[in-house]
DNA sequence: GTCTATATTTCGATAGAC
DNA sequence: GTCTATCGAAATATAGAC
């Protein structure tokens, strides 16, 4: 029940569809979308998007499904930007990676829609929570896990550092965008500098130079 | 335009919509709540509801925002949970309450909701963030700013603080109840007291006792 | 103020021609 | 495979009696 098996029948309008469905689905949310608007902004009529997808909840799914998908290629993407850094500097820039996909008006959009429809399609959540953070949880964890055998952390559970690393980043920037009133982005950098001091005052190899 | 003046004649029937409105609304969102279902839970006709309400929208703005205003009050309870205690116990406590009502299925509901309609009704998201998050962070503030006058925080900005403190709590544990796939909840209190200890290690006075 | 019954609209889904 | 035209259900909103 994929992405392609919930295409009957692939094709280039099929991708039409489903690229409209992406905008409106995220824009406006399911409920708001009705299927006159999908067809329009598609460029294909309503009977050519049943001969494709069998309801519109179908349709939802799919597109969400492979919005999740993409979400992993970008998060992916950015793993190695902390390469051959001092433990300070490769956090922040680590952190302004972090913000700004998490800040991208998709990215924003795409989990809005999936939490507003999480009870009617409670998979999705999974799905996303596998795609999004799970990959940038992973990723960081792998650099700590680097950065610990290198001397520059404490010994401590890498996994555990990097939640509150990315907590700390995080801060109620995530819940103020999803509310739709994000804070200034003055206020961002210096966010990150103290975000980062705060996790070196924990983990950090004591008796590194600084 | 607030949820009195929405309602165009006050009453006891009223109340009911009110509070069916608030059930219906949170369990399912808005576009999947129906006049018929919501009458028949307030157990009033259809009409009685538009004799007090001028449409669905009216009555959900109504309802989110008076929603909204009753989390103000939950959440100032508990500001004096941590009176004379050491500040690591403090912590713990602040962090146990502060996480218990983020995980209580209303104020979930109640967030899902207006996270979910926060493109149709902009403003509710200003609303929910000044009452909730915005009550915490000024309580927690202001037991850190405390804190710090009795000299067992370093010489901080305590708002800031606050703000980490908060952010470590919440951890992902937010965005996974929102997405409906809570953690189990034996990994809640390690994970407060990991989050104090972050937080001591970068604003505990070096020169209190441990 | 409240009800029953109904009007009106919106929208998901389909039939049938090409 | 795709379109035009349409059906039928569901849902919002209202009319009119009490």
Chains 1, 2 share one sequence.
Do not use: W
């Not at 001092?86 to 959009?109: K, N, Q, W, Y």
């Amino acid at each position: 029940m994929d992405a392609v098996s919930a295409c009957k029948n692939p094709s280039k309008k099929a991708e039409q569809v489903l690229d409209a469905a992406r905008r409106l689905f995220v824009e406006r949310g399911f409920g708001a979308t009705n299927m006159d608007a999908l067809a329009a902004a598609a460029g294909v009529s309503k009977a050519t998007i049943y001969a494709h997808y069998d309801s519109k909840e179908a349709l939802f799914a799919a597109t969400a499904r492979r919005e999740c998908r993409r979400l992993v290629v970008r998060m992916a993407i950015g793993e190695d930007v902390a390469e051959h850094r001092a433990l300070d500097t490769a956090l922040t820039h680590i952190g302004r990676a972090f913000l700004d996909a998490l800040m991208s008006p998709e990215i924003v959009g795409l989990l809005r829609m999936v939490i507003a429809e999480s009870t009617r399609f409670p998979e999705l959540g999974q799905i996303y929570y596998d795609s999004a953070p799970g990959q940038t949880l992973t990723s960081v964890t792998c650099y700590l896990e680097r950065a610990r055998r290198e001397g520059l952390l404490i010994d401590c559970d890498t996994r555990r550092a990097a939640e509150q690393f990315l907590s700390l980043l995080r801060g109620d920037l995530h819940l103020r965008i999803l509310l739709g009133h994000p804070p200034p982005r003055a206020e961002r950098d210096p966010a990150i500098d103290e975000a980062v001091a705060t996790f070196v005052a924990r983990y950090g190899a004591r008796a590194s130079a600084s």
